[in-house]
């Protein structure tokens, strides 16, 4: 596609209930990055995936977090049994090899009551 | 620990002042990169730096990159409403022929007509 798409833009959910947010990054980028944004904050890494390789999920900040990226491409992260204190923007960026240049989404705001 | 710390973190100023926003690190990275994100928007790369003591120029804005390649400076001259938003910086660290993207905490610019 022309950018990454990331979807839903929005999503309200009760706490303790699941979510999948998705992430369609730039055809041909090989490395995918999740992010989380607090109100006003900067980003907060959460996971890493580049090509073929073990993803980095030093970011991820419980159990309750996971991501995936399927044959490469498109990305969900998965939040189980969310809580108010997940409440936050989560922004998709992805990067050709060997390039520094991301490129993001408008991101999903997600809110938790 | 955050690797790269961004200074001030919230600055206000009036139509036609200049300002400086610092990033600053222990580290050494690749290259450094600026992104300005406004409000319900996804960050958009400004400009890229690789070279130690390097300089670009992007109209008003001055960007510098550190002898070491461990900090960096954004300039602006003559600010505009226009340049309000949250200015974050970013650092590479190379593995092989891959890159992870690290980024701060954001400096957010508020320009008052």
């Known amino acids: 596609g022309a950018g990454v798409s990331q979807s839903p833009s929005n999503k309200v959910t009760e706490k303790g209930k699941d979510v999948e947010l998705r992430c369609d990054p730039i055809?041909?980028?090989?490395?995918l990055y999740w992010y989380r944004q607090s109100l006003g904050q900067g980003l907060e890494f959460l996971i890493y995936?580049?090509?073929?390789?073990?993803?980095?999920k030093s970011g991820l900040p419980s159990d309750r977090f996971s991501a995936e990226r399927t044959g490469g491409s498109v990305s969900t992260l998965t939040i189980q049994r969310t809580q108010q204190e997940d409440s936050a923007v989560y922004l998709c960026?992805?990067?050709?090899?060997?390039?520094?240049?991301?490129?993001f989404g408008q991101g999903t705001r997600l809110t938790v009551v | 620990t955050q690797l790269l710390e961004q200074s001030p973190q919230f600055l206000s100023i009036q139509e036609g002042e200049n300002l400086t926003v610092y990033c600053n690190s222990s580290?050494?990275?690749?290259?450094l990169q600026w992104y300005r994100q406004e409000p319900g928007e996804g960050p958009v790369l400004l400009v890229t730096?690789?070279?130690?003591?390097e300089v670009k120029k992007l109209k008003r804005l001055t960007f510098q990159f550190g002898d070491a390649r461990k900090d960096s400076s954004l300039h602006i001259t003559a600010a505009q409403p226009g340049d309000t938003g949250l200015y974050l910086c970013?650092?590479?660290?190379?593995?092989?022929?891959?890159?992870?993207?690290?980024f701060g905490k954001g400096t957010l610019l508020t320009v008052n007509p």
């Open positions: 730096v690789v070279t130690g003591g």
């Open positions: 970013a650092g590479a660290r190379s593995g092989g022929s891959n890159y992870k993207l690290t």
């Open positions: 580290s050494v990275f690749s290259s």
């Open positions: 995936f580049q090509g073929n390789s073990a993803p980095d």
């Open positions: 960026a992805s990067t050709r090899q060997g390039n520094t240049e991301a490129f």
């Open positions: 055809s041909g980028h090989t490395a």
